[in-house]
């Protein structure tokens, strides 16, 4: 599990960043174009390549964010459950879900170091709405390339990624055993409880005062 999310960190930071015109931007022209405005970033920014935590989380916030569809990806991981829950606890489970996504990578995103990407011909046809966009990450020092996968659909916002499949395994699937195990012992705010801690730890404690 570890070893599949930390490929899928890597995944998410190749994905870049959405773009202003995204609704008029083919999927893999945006999938292309973003993780290299992102790739720049990085490169040019010592305090990020050093682990700055503010400049990491704004990076995110303004970058990473706007490229996937959150809800759908917590929908798909929670899977049947989803069903199960009100408004209130599916607006509670993306939150968390987000939140345990983006604080695991954003810990994680000093860490790049100089991997670079292959782009593949996208397979679609006119009307498509629901399209893989198709990547191999080759990693330094003679590791084995990565194939990394964004399944992406249209909405009235854009190309959003609903899930990331890495070595061919999928990110939501991943996810969804333990969410469906943690929703059968405790129900579904037992699965809140579990993200929300998960969020504390690695927020880290809060400063002390005085």
Do not use: C
């Given at each position: 599990?570890?070893?599949?999310?930390?490929?899928?960190?890597?995944?998410?930071?190749?994905?870049g960043?959405?773009?202003?015109?995204?609704?008029?931007v083919?999927?893999d022209v945006?999938?292309?174009e973003?993780?290299?405005?992102?790739?720049?970033?990085?490169?040019?920014?010592?305090?990020?390549?050093?682990?700055?935590?503010?400049?990491?989380?704004?990076?995110?916030?303004?970058?990473?964010?706007?490229?996937?569809d959150?809800?759908?990806?917590?929908?798909?991981?929670?899977?049947?459950?989803?069903?199960?829950?009100?408004?209130?606890?599916?607006?509670?489970?993306?939150?968390?879900f987000?939140?345990?996504?983006?604080?695991?990578?954003?810990?994680?995103?000093?860490?790049?170091k100089?991997?670079?990407?292959?782009?593949?011909?996208?397979?679609?046809?006119?009307g498509?709405t629901?399209?893989?966009?198709?990547?191999?990450?080759?990693?330094?020092?003679g590791?084995?390339?990565?194939?990394?996968?964004?399944?992406?659909?249209?909405?009235p916002e854009?190309w959003?990624?609903?899930?990331?499949?890495?070595?061919?395994v999928?990110?939501?699937?991943?996810?969804?055993?333990?969410?469906?195990?943690?929703?059968?012992?405790?129900?579904?705010?037992?699965?809140?409880?579990?993200?929300?801690?998960?969020?504390?730890?690695?927020?880290?404690?809060?400063?002390?005062?005085?």
């Amino acid at each position: 599990m570890k070893k599949s999310l930390s490929r899928f960190l890597m995944a998410v930071f190749f994905a870049g960043a959405a773009v202003a015109t995204a609704a008029e931007v083919a999927p893999d022209v945006l999938i292309r174009e973003t993780s290299q405005d992102v790739l720049a970033i990085v490169k040019k920014d010592k305090d990020i390549q050093a682990g700055d935590k503010k400049k990491i989380h704004d990076l995110v916030d303004a970058k990473i964010l706007p490229l996937f569809d959150f809800k759908r990806m917590t929908q798909l991981a929670v899977g049947r459950g989803w069903r199960q829950a009100n408004p209130a606890q599916q607006e509670a489970l993306v939150k968390e879900f987000r939140t345990l996504l983006v604080r695991t990578y954003s810990s994680s995103l000093a860490a790049y170091k100089g991997h670079t990407i292959d782009y593949r011909p996208l397979k679609m046809q006119p009307g498509d709405t629901d399209v893989t966009v198709k990547t191999v990450v080759t990693q330094p020092g003679g590791q084995p390339p990565i194939p990394i996968d964004y399944s992406m659909q249209k909405n009235p916002e854009g190309w959003k990624v609903y899930d990331v499949v890495v070595d061919n395994v999928s990110l939501v699937t991943n996810y969804r055993g333990s969410f469906n195990s943690e929703i059968r012992q405790s129900g579904i705010d037992g699965l809140i409880k579990t993200l929300v801690d998960k969020n504390r730890t690695a927020e880290g404690p809060s400063p002390s005062k005085g």
